[in-house]
């Protein structure tokens, strides 16, 4: 069974910073292109960034380059998300999610391409 568990959000003031975590498990995790998403209140489902199964290779939404890093340790089945000079905008509920990799031109920026998700963690950026 499949289990993506998300950790690390809370309430921060604009232009602090949030470290996120996902733990995986019940998959090969060294396989698998691992994504963060964002979902605002009242919003759709939103790609933040992804990160290849090596994690030589890394894409970012225009709103979270230069100010959001993905990260990934494979011995330790966990990607990270760290962000930096975080905005209201940035409040969202932030997931994890994974898919098997394979070979092809682009990212996968939809939602609906990954079919393992976490439950999501919290993220509140007050002004």
Known sequence: QVQLV???GGLVQ???????SCAASG???TS??????RQAPGKEREFVTAISPGGGSTYYSDSAK???TISRD???NTVSLQMNVLKPEDTA???????YFQAREGW???GNEYPYWGQGTRVTVSS
Request: proline share 0%; hydrophobic share 45%; net charge positive.
């Open 6 to 8: 998300e950790s690390g």
């Open 93 to 99: 509920v932030y997931y994890c999610a994974a898919r």
């Open 14 to 20: 604009a232009g602090g910073s949030l470290r996120l």
């Open 108 to 110: 996968w920026l939809n």
């Open 74 to 76: 494979n011995a330790k």
């Open 32 to 37: 698998c292109t691992m994504g963060w998403f």
């Open 66 to 68: 230069g100010r959001f």
């Open 27 to 29: 998959l090969t995790f």
